[in-house]
């Protein structure tokens, strides 16, 4: 194990009290999905000082990942993306620890998270993973870039169903949602912000709870919004 004067000289300017830069080191974390969105919201935890994390992903990294996701290169080809995403993690901090699983369903489990990132990119994950957060009354921290555009939000009490109105027809939800083209600068704002809300979440200090949401769009002068949801 790294000595622990090599943790504070890492973290030291987060500008966090020892209390505080503590609880997030012993917060675990349950990241689904490592693509773009989730890659940016890992980085961001470890670099925050975070050590403890369950990781979620099917997918390896192909050449269309490389223009957004920050832990796609070369040596990443046709890499699985859960694995390659704890490696990364632990270049920056070697006490990273991390248990890793493949596809999220509807059996699997949060691994005793304390916060849930949901960076999946098909409604019917989100909706599954958005329900399995509520009976546990865990914060799932909801994130998503597409284009230019993004939102995020923090669902604990409302319903992501009627949030987005979504189809109780499966068939129909498989349409509902759907991954076009996507800006690097949206994954890293979008992931990002996830972060931030989050942290606040922790140390019990402001943030957007649904059904109010974060949106921003980068084409626009007045980049962000906040609006109500369903």
């Known amino acids: 194990m790294i000595k622990n004067y090599f943790y504070s000289e890492k973290f030291s300017r987060n500008g966090l009290s020892k209390k505080s ?11 689904i999905g490592l693509g773009g969105t989730g890659g940016v919201v890992l980085e961001n935890l470890v670099r925050l000082g975070a050590e403890k994390f ?15 996701q920050i832990v796609s290169d070369e040596s990443n080809l046709d ?14 901090n070697p006490n990273v620890s991390a248990k890793i699983g493949r596809e999220f369903t509807s059996s699997s489990s949060f691994g005793g998270a ?16 958005a329900q399995k957060c509520r009976k546990a009354r865990l914060p799932y921290v909801f994130c998503s870039a597409n284009d230019t ?12 169903e009627q949030a987005f109105a979504i189809p109780k ?13 996507i800006l690097c600068p949206s994954v890293m704002v979008a992931g990002s912000i996830a972060v931030s809300s989050a942290i606040n979440y922790l140390f019990g200090l402001p943030y957007l709870e649904a059904p109010q ?8 002068s007045d980049i962000f919004w906040k609006s109500n949801l369903g």
């Open 169 to 181: 027809d499966k068939k129909a939800q498989g349409k509902y949602l759907s991954c076009s083209t």
């Open 21 to 31: 830069q503590q609880k997030i080191r012993n917060t675990k974390f349950c990241i």
């Open 79 to 92: 890499k699985e993306k859960a694995a390659a995403a704890l490696k990364r993690a632990k270049s920056i």
């Open 149 to 160: 555009r993004g939102i995020v939000t923090v669902f604990r009490k409302y319903k992501f």
């Open 213 to 220: 949401a974060l949106f921003f769009d980068l084409s626009r």
């Open 54 to 68: 369950v990781l979620f992903d099917q997918d390896r990294f192909e050449l269309t990942n490389f223009n957004r």
């Open 114 to 129: 304390k916060i849930v990132f949901d960076c999946t990119d098909n409604v019917q994950s989100k909706l599954m993973i």
